[in-house]
């Protein structure tokens, strides 16, 4: 990824506005290394956010939408990031493990 997962986590931990929200999640959706889920939950989220950006106030309740779609992306980015955190793990075990029985 352009960042790594928990680089997009801290980031995303932050936001306090859908501005912050939907620049989060272009960066999320324009890195080649995000993964189709990442991609498909940050594409949703620009086009709601997309909708009102520019209008002086939203209803409260789509606002109240686009925060917990932007609670899934946060999920779904930790659950990334522990799948990558396995994957390093893995590959780091297999490595020791060749040195030391070569």
């Not at 999640?25 to 080649?32: G, L, N, Q, R, T």
Request: hydrophobic share 40%; charged share 20%.
């Amino acid at each position: 990824m352009g960042q790594s997962y928990s680089a997009y986590l801290k980031t995303a931990l932050t936001a306090k506005s859908v501005r912050q929200i939907y620049a989060i999640a272009i960066a999320i959706y324009e890195d080649p290394s995000s993964s189709t889920q990442l991609k498909s939950a940050s594409a949703n989220l620009i086009k709601k956010v997309e909708q009102i950006i520019d209008l002086p106030i939203a209803r409260a309740a789509f606002v109240a939408s686009i925060w917990r779609d932007f609670r899934r992306l946060q999920s779904t980015l930790q659950i990334e990031e522990t799948r990558s955190n396995a994957v390093s793990a893995r590959k780091l075990e297999n490595c020791t493990h060749y040195f030391q029985s070569n």
